[in-house]
């Protein structure tokens, strides 16, 4: 099935690949053909080990499927893409690094001048609620502020793709819907193309215009569910909108599809 969406910021191609070992091959995606628009928020759901994460590594160029192509603005993407974004499962911070110098990393290494980076940096610590914690390190924040810190190194620099692989997994209930407030704020002021990888359905539901439901590997693309969810929403409240009944049935019944 061809995912159809136009301005593609990202495209994949009749994207399979297959891991290969001395003794076996694992073919885990299938002719995947998907197009992500500018300013939108998809998410992809599907059964564990189909192969979402690897379908972001081959989207921020830091692998190659074995055929089929990736486009990034239209262009092959051939190398890491350092004009994307990614929140990874975990935080990635930098121990030895406090709050301000792990959100600025990114931008020394872009060679910004220091007189741009302090007020950038100040902003999207802002934005995220850790301003007052700038000078401290990872180890002395909460599980909530270090997802914060992650999203903010990852914003600072206006990426507009946004990679997001199951960011708010290992985390508590309110924390979780707390982060999901925050990224939807965010993602409303900024409007990056996300893809955000998730098992959770209401996640799913809550956070995006569109949903791609991959099949059991190997993985292919078996369904496209538009949320017809009006914004702003209230990630604490989705449930209770008359529409998400509907909306989660049917993404309930594409998955159970996609295990046959």
């Known amino acids: 099935m061809d995912i159809q969406i136009a301005q593609s910021a990202v495209e994949l191609r009749g994207v399979s690949h297959t891991f290969e070992s001395r003794d076996s091959s694992t073919e885990v995606l299938r002719n995947l053909n998907l ?3 500018s300013g939108t928020f998809v998410s992809i759901v599907g059964p564990s080990g189909c192969g979402k994460s690897t379908l972001l590594n081959f989207v921020l160029g830091v692998e190659r499927p074995t055929a089929g192509m990736v486009f990034h603005g239209g262009k092959v993407v051939t190398s890491t893409q ?3 974004g990614l929140v990874p499962q975990d935080d990635r911070l930098m121990p030895w690094a406090t709050t301000f110098d792990n959100v600025a990393l990114p931008l020394k290494i872009r060679k910004w001048p220091l007189a741009r980076i ?3 940096v100040t902003e999207v610590l802002r934005k ?3 301003e007052g914690f700038e000078s401290h390190y990872p180890h002395q ?3 909530g502020m270090r997802k914060r810190l992650a999203i903010a190194r990852t914003l600072v620099y206006e990426s507009g793709v946004l990679l997001m692989d199951e960011p708010f997994g290992n985390i508590d209930a309110q924390t979780r819907i707390d982060l999901q407030r925050e990224l939807l704020e965010l993602w409303e ?6 893809i955000f990888i998730t098992h959770d359905l209401t996640e799913a539901i809550t956070l995006s215009d569109e949903i791609i439901v991959l099949s059991k590997r190997p993985a292919q693309c078996i369904a496209r569910i538009k949320v017809g969810i ?3 929403r209230d990630p604490s409240r989705i449930q209770l909108d008359i529409g998400f009944k509907d909306c989660y049935a049917e993404l309930w019944n594409a998955l159970q599809r996609g295990m046959v």
């Open 35 to 37: 197009n992500v628009n």
């Open 82 to 84: 350092s004009t994307m």
């Open 118 to 120: 302090r007020p950038a």
């Open 128 to 130: 995220v609620r850790l």
């Open 141 to 143: 924040l909460s599980g």
């Open 189 to 194: 002021h900024t409007r990056p193309a996300v």
């Open 230 to 232: 009006p914004r702003p």
